[in-house]
């Protein structure tokens, strides 16, 4: 059975379309002047020549129905002036139906996005010694100095901090990670040692990175930790599932294994971590079941 992915797509408005909205009073609002992103299940494995453009152009269909299903729920029996704008533009803009892809193609193009990747995914999965080679600017923009005078809170305190320091603050968040993690995994394992004889932990750190095996950085006394990726018949195997920054709330779950392949034992843990003046500490925790 062929493996369905989705591919990504921006959505942007041609230079027809830019014309049109300048020629007609079309509020911001709207934001059809503006970039847009679409995903569509994709087969990997190309059935037929050709398969890729059909995609396209189900996809321009789609985007089209999505301009008329506003269009319709803004023509409900609705005085609202926003419904009333939205009934003006769009019936102006698609016409009479049917559509079809020549209507996409006079005010869209499709531009095909080859992935996607974010700020956080980056900042915690990439070494920090690689972080530090990037350096923000030290001042504020231009644009943030002329106005800072209206961020009421951040004014107090001189307002908006440069990028560059926020920057840094990001770096050294991303420094505590292996602090907090020896701290919260100790915790759990000192607790779950009546649990098993054995000494074994296998643990996955996601969602972010030691930079560096698990073993090389967390030390447990009286354990053997490494990181997930080998068959566990022993031990435990702890997974990180989630945490919450900020509050320092972190969930792990954990499977204990003897000797079988399939656990004898499972559970949850939830942890409130929080730093102290002598480093980190568990404040409390809490097991299921």
Request: charged share 25%.
């Amino acid at each position: 059975m062929p493996m369905v992915m989705d591919a990504y797509y921006v959505l942007r408005p041609t230079p027809a379309l830019l014309a049109w909205l300048k020629e007609r009073d079309v509020p911001a609002w709207m934001q059809l002047e503006r970039p847009n992103l679409w995903s569509q299940g994709e087969v990997g494995d190309h059935d037929y020549e050709g398969q890729g453009e059909d995609e396209q152009m189900f996809l321009k269909l789609a985007v089209l129905a999505s301009f008329l299903r506003d269009l319709e729920r803004a023509s409900q029996d609705s005085t609202a002036d926003h419904d009333a704008v939205t009934r003006r533009v769009l019936s102006e803009l698609l016409g009479p139906a049917p559509l079809t892809v020549a209507t996409f193609e006079r005010w869209w193009h499709l531009e095909s996005v080859a992935g996607l990747s974010s700020v956080e995914s980056t900042l915690a999965h990439t070494p920090v010694r690689t972080l530090r080679k990037v350096r923000g600017p030290e001042v504020r923009s231009p644009l943030v100095e002329a106005h800072r005078s209206s961020y009421r809170r951040a004014a107090l305190d001189g307002g908006p901090r440069p990028v560059g320091a926020l920057w840094d603050d990001a770096l050294r968040a991303r420094e505590e990670d292996a602090p907090r993690l020896q701290c919260a995994v100790a915790w759990v394992l000192e607790r779950l040692e009546e649990k098993t004889p054995h000494r074994h932990c296998a643990l996955w750190t996601h969602p972010f990175s030691l930079d560096a095996p698990v073993g090389e950085v967390l030390h447990v006394p009286g354990w053997t930790l490494r990181s997930v990726g080998h068959d566990l018949r022993e031990g435990i195997k702890l997974t990180l599932k989630d945490f919450t920054w900020g509050d320092e709330t972190w969930c792990f779950s954990y499977k204990i294994h003897s000797g079988e392949r399939r656990a004898a034992l499972s559970g949850t843990v939830q942890l409130l971590v929080e730093k102290t003046a002598d480093g980190w500490e568990v404040q409390s925790g809490s097991w299921k079941p």
